[in-house]
Structures are given as C-alpha cells and as structure tokens.
C-alpha cells in the first residue's frame, strides 16, 4: 500500500498494491496496522456505509459536527467519481481549501478525509458504487451540508451540465454561513 498526503496533508490518498492474473485480482483493501503506520493515526471504524448513484449525481458536501465529528475511508467499487474534501476547521492555515481525487473500481484507490472536513462526489460513470467506513455513527441531529457550488470554496467538478442533487443538499450552506470546525 502506498500513501501520499495530498496538498492538504491531513488528507491522504490510498493505492493498494494488486495482486492480478488470468483468474482476476486480490488486494487488501484495509488494514490496520498499515494504516497506522502510513498516517501516524489510529482510529476505529464503527460503521460502513454503501451508496449507488447514477451518472451526474452529486452528493455532498456533508459533515458531521462534534461530538459526532466523522472519519471517512472512502472507495469505489464500481465505476468512477470525483470526489472531494474541503477543510472546515478555521484554526486551519488550509480553512476553505479543496482538495479532489478520481476514485474508481479500475484504480482501487483510497482516500482518508479526517474529521474536521466536508466531504462530496459525484457519480462519472452510467452508475457508480461508493464504499465509505466512518470512525462514527451516522447522527441526523450533528449532520450539516456545505453547498456543492459555493463560490468561496469555487471546486473544479468535472462536469459541463447540473448535477442531479437531493433537496437536503439543495439547502445546504455557504461556507461563510456553516457551522465549522474551530
């Protein structure tokens, strides 16, 4: 497994090493011990979570806030999505920064987002399956959304036409208006 920790460092991106032939593959997608080694941090993952969405659907940027702040492994298992997390901690020198990543069945590839980010995709392909573990329970009553177009946090999606986008997203904030991280 290899680590890099992307322009916003907190951030990091997974590429598993493949083990492939005529018959398919095999790689492990999560172990702990190698995940501590690579980041420094041990976290506990309490739940995991499975999404499909259809081409064009984005969702996101959400964020629970403490004492139910979320970690998030995330991965694709099949298709493709861009997926981006933004820092929301305003101590940070990176407050407002993005930073976005390909993820698909094809690359394998991970990405840590750490508590104190929002995180969102969308779906490039006709259909696309989205793993997530989360270091904490799902929490309705702590979950806040950061919208998509914000022009403040101004990410670069890959997309020319509107995203399909549910109604709570639709009613998301302005990060100058969200409930943050100190």
């Known amino acids: 497994m290899q680590a890099t920790r992307l322009s916003i460092p907190d951030v990091v991106l997974f590429t598993p090493k493949v083990f492939g032939d005529e018959r398919g593959f095999f790689f492990e997608s999560f172990n702990e011990r190698v995940f501590q080694e690579l980041t420094g941090l041990k976290v506990n993952f309490v739940q995991d979570n499975h999404s499909k969405s259809q081409k064009g659907v984005l969702r996101g940027l959400h964020y629970q806030l403490p004492p139910k ?33 390909i993820l698909s069945a094809e ?35 702590f979950e806040r959304c950061i919208k998509w177009d914000d022009h403040q946090i101004n990410i670069s999606w890959p997309f020319s036409d509107k995203p399909t986008i549910s109604a709570k997203d639709k009613d998301g904030f302005n990060l100058s208006d969200a409930q943050v991280f100190l």
């Open 69 to 101: 702040a979320q970690g998030k492994l995330v991965r694709v298992v099949q298709g493709e999505v861009f997926d981006v997390a933004v820092d929301i901690r305003k101590s940070s020198p990176t407050f407002g920064n993005w930073v976005g990543e």
């Open 107 to 141: 690359n394998k590839r991970q990405m840590w987002i750490p508590e104190g980010f929002a995180h969102g995709f969308v779906s490039l392909t006709e259909t696309s399956e989205f793993l997530y573990k989360t270091t904490e329970y799902y929490s309705p009553e």
